[in-house]
C-alpha cells in the first residue's frame, strides 16, 4: 500500500513538472508586441572614411561568398595578403570626398528612410534599419525586435532589383541572426523584387524630373547606370539583369522618352571577370565623344546615394565625359527620403502585410 502511495505521488510530481516545463516553453519571458516590425535592410557602409575602418569593411564585405564566391582557399589568400593591404587607402581616399558631416551618406539617408517609413505606417508598425555589413547591423535589429517581443517581421531589402550577391545575403543574415540562433522563431515574410512597383517608378520619375526641371527642360539623352554584376552569375540563372531591363523601360515610358533617348549601363565593375555589358565608364566616355550636349544620369537600382553614385558617377563619371568631349551633365539623386518613394515603401509594406492587421 505504502508503494503504491510513492508511486502515485512520485507521478504526480512528474506529471506537474512536465505541464509546468510546457507552459514555460509556450509562454514568452516578456509581453508579445502586437506591432508589426518591419527591417529595413540595406547593404552596408564603413563606420568612417579611415583605412582601418574600411579595412574592417572590406574584411567583412568581401569574405561573403555570395558576392565572391571564387575558390575559397585562394581568394582568402588574395583578400588578405593583398586586397586589404592595398585597397582600403585608396577607398577611404573616395569615401572622404563625399562623407557628410552626420556620417556616411548611405548611412544618413537610410537611417531618413527609415525614419520617413516609421511615421509613414503609424504605431501599429515599428520600423528598424540594419546593414548586411557594417553598423547597424542585421543582427542588432533582429535581437531589438526579439527583445520588445516582435514575433511578426517583414524583412523588406532595400534592393528592388534581386540578386543573389544582395537580396540572396540579406536572406542569409537573417537565416544566420534568427533561424540558426533561436528555439522561438518569430513568423517571417520577404518582400519578393519590386523592380516594376508602380510606386517605384513614379518616385523615380520624380527624382529625374525634379533635376531636369531645376536645370530648365531638356530634350537630351538619359542613362540609367545600374550597378554591375559579374556576367557568370547571369549565365547561371540570376535575374538581375533582366529586371533591370524592365526597370528602365517602365521608368523611359514613365519619363515620355522614345527609346533612342535612353539607354542601360552597369558600373563598378571589380577584378579581370568579364561584367555586364555596355560598361558605365566606357558609355561616358562614348557619349562624350559624339559630343552630348545634355546627358541625364540616374542610378535606379540604388535607393540612397552613396559612393557609387555620388563619387563613381558624379565625380569620376564626369570627369570621363566632359575630358571626351561631353557638354553638361546632371546626375539625378537616389531616391533617399523623397516623399513619393516613402509613399512607395508604405504601399509595399500594406501590401505585403495583409492579414496581419
Keep these: 500500500m505504502k508503494s503504491l502511495l510513492i508511486v502515485r505521488l512520485l507521478l504526480f510530481v512528474t506529471i506537474e513538472y512536465g505541464v509546468k516545463r510546457i507552459n514555460m516553453l509556450q509562454t514568452p ?9 518591419v527591417l529595413l535592410a540595406q547593404l552596408g557602409t564603413p563606420d568612417a572614411p579611415t583605412s582601418q575602418a574600411l579595412r574592417r569593411y572590406l574584411a567583412q564585405f568581401l569574405s561573403d561568398r555570395r558576392v565572391v564566391d571564387y575558390n575559397p582557399i585562394l581568394w582568402w589568400a588574395l583578400l588578405h595578403l593583398l586586397i586589404l593591404n592595398m585597397r582600403p587607402r585608396r577607398s577611404a581616399t573616395l569615401y572622404q570626398r563625399i562623407w557628410l558631416p552626420e556620417g556616411s551618406p548611405l548611412l544618413v539617408h537610410s537611417q531618413a528612410q527609415a525614419t520617413g517609413l516609421q511615421n509613414q505606417l503609424g504605431d501599429a508598425y515599428h520600423v528598424i534599419l540594419g546593414m548586411r555589413y557594417g553598423n547597424p547591423s542585421v543582427a542588432e535589429a533582429m535581437r531589438s525586435f526579439r527583445n520588445e517581443g516582435v514575433d511578426r517581421l517583414l524583412v523588406l531589402p532595400i ?18 541572426a534568427v533561424l540558426r540562433q533561436r528555439r522561438r522563431m518569430p513568423t517571417l515574410r520577404f518582400v519578393p523584387p519590386y523592380y516594376a512597383h508602380p510606386g517605384y517608378i513614379q518616385a523615380l520619375k520624380a527624382t529625374i524630373e525634379e533635376t531636369v526641371k531645376r536645370k530648365d527642360e531638356i530634350t537630351g539623352r538619359y542613362l540609367f547606370s545600374f550597378h554591375g554584376l559579374p556576367q557568370r552569375y547571369i549565365d547561371e540563372g540570376d535575374p538581375y539583369r533582366e529586371q533591370c531591363q524592365i526597370t528602365a523601360h517602365l521608368l523611359g515610358a ?7 533617348q535612353w539607354m542601360v549601363s552597369f558600373q563598378s565593375r571589380f577584378g ?15 557619349l562624350g565623344k559624339q559630343e552630348i550636349d545634355n546627358l541625364v544620369v540616374a542610378c535606379p537600382g540604388f535607393t540612397a546615394d552613396c559612393l557609387e553614385t555620388l563619387d563613381e558617377i558624379g565625380n569620376e563619371g564626369y570627369e570621363i565625359f566632359k575630358a571626351a568631349g561631353g557638354q553638361t551633365f546632371w546626375l539625378a539623386p537616389c531616391l533617399n527620403a523623397h516623399p513619393a518613394w516613402l509613399d512607395a515603401l508604405a504601399d509595399i509594406v500594406r501590401q505585403e502585410t495583409l492579414g496581419w492587421m
Excluded: C, N
Design 254 to 260: 514613365a519619363l515620355g522618352l522614345d527609346q533612342e
Design 272 to 286: 579581370r571577370e568579364k561584367w555586364l555589358q555596355p560598361y558605365t565608364d566606357e558609355t561616358l566616355k562614348s
Design 29 to 37: 519571458s516578456h509581453s508579445p508586441d502586437t506591432r508589426i516590425g
Design 159 to 176: 534592393f528592388p532589383q534581386f540578386s543573389a550577391a544582395t537580396t540572396g545575403s540579406i536572406y542569409d543574415a537573417i537565416t544566420e
